[in-house]
């Protein structure tokens, strides 16, 4: 089963509607990492919010995390077209000791910006 | 891209044959990773290095074998590919050490006919 899994599976808004992808996870975390997919490229990351950490923003991005509901969501104000792409979060797995800093993807929230 | 390359960026190769990809990078980071992405299944880690000769599986390592001989290249191998191994493959290394930002590499589309 996925460590982390997002929702919606798909999300479609209008430009300059806010959107909120929510990500899940089941397992204690050291980090979450929220990343951009545009079709058939590679990932960009965007935020990396500790677990110690409860909200980070980047520009349009505010990430929040909340460990005692395991979950996580990264909202996109003011959206653009250019905003159209896949969004991942990904989990830093605490397992007690050295994780190496695997990553443990979900499915993504494929999201659909309209001009 | 933190100066991450992937070699081939594409390749369709036969059921059975090896092959090599090819992560590299510029900036001597100490870890490093090979995702594949699969639709349905997101990335799912194959193997990873936390320095020179070190290295270890991860979730979907099957099949796969992995070199790091020098610190700039993360070799992952295909021992006999197989349909099943189709996929697009990712490289990451993580700047600043574990438990930082992972960046990733552009890909390389892989077809096992």
């Not at chain 1, 110690?52 to 996580?72: F, I, Q």
């Not at chain 2, 880690?45 to 790091?68: A, F, N, P, Q, W």
Request: charged letters at 20%; one cysteine or more.
């Amino acid at each position: 089963s996925q460590q982390g899994e997002e929702d919606p599976q798909a999300l479609s808004i209008q430009e300059g509607e806010n959107a909120t992808m929510n990500c899940s996870y089941k397992t204690s975390i050291n980090n979450l990492q929220w990343y951009r997919q545009n079709s058939g490229r590679g990932l960009v990351h965007l935020i990396l919010i500790r677990s110690n950490e409860r909200e980070k923003h980047s520009g349009r991005l505010r990430v929040t995390l909340d460990t005692s509901k395991k979950s996580s969501s990264l909202l996109i104000t003011a959206s653009r077209a250019a905003d159209t792409a896949s969004y991942f979060c990904a989990t830093d797995v605490y397992a007690g000791g050295t994780s190496y800093g695997k990553l443990t993807f979900g499915q993504g929230t494929i999201l659909t910006v309209h001009p | 891209d933190a100066g991450i390359t992937q070699s081939p960026r594409h390749k369709v190769t036969e059921t059975g044959t090896p092959v090599t990809l090819r992560c590299h990078q510029t900036e001597n980071h100490r870890y490093m990773y090979w995702y594949r992405q699969d639709p349905g299944h997101g990335l799912r880690l194959i193997h990873y290095s936390y320095g020179v000769k070190d290295t270890d599986k991860g979730e979907v390592s099957d099949g796969y074998s992995v070199s790091r001989s020098k610190t700039e290249d993360f070799l992952l191998t295909l021992e006999s590919a197989t349909s099943s191994q189709t996929s697009v493959y990712f490289c990451a290394i993580s700047v600043g050490g574990i438990r930082e930002t992972q960046y990733f590499g552009p890909g390389t589309r892989l077809l096992v006919l």
